[in-house]
């Protein structure tokens, strides 16, 4: 599974939303990988940011 997939798979999951570093403490995966796929997933649509560094899922 790619780092994007993971942080996804992790923000799915999560009823609220996440914080980067949560993220990675989730997934076990470095804060500045989960930050890339971050803005990967921004960038594709495919998550939001609700309030400021805060992540969750488009719905």
């Known amino acids: ?3 994007n997939d993971s942080v ?3 923000l799915k999951k ?4 996440m914080k ?3 993220i990675s403490e989730l997934t076990g ?7 890339k796929a971050i803005k990967q997933l921004k ?3 495919k998550i939001t ?3 400021r560094c805060y992540y969750s ?3």
Do not use: C, L
């Open 29 to 35: 995966i470095e804060k500045k990988e989960v930050d």
């Open 43 to 45: 960038q594709e649509d």
């Open 20 to 22: 980067a570093g949560e």
């Open 8 to 10: 996804y798979e992790a």
């Open 1 to 3: 599974m790619s780092t």
């Open 57 to 59: 899922v488009n719905e």
């Open 14 to 17: 999560s009823k609220e939303p």
């Open 49 to 51: 940011s609700p309030k």
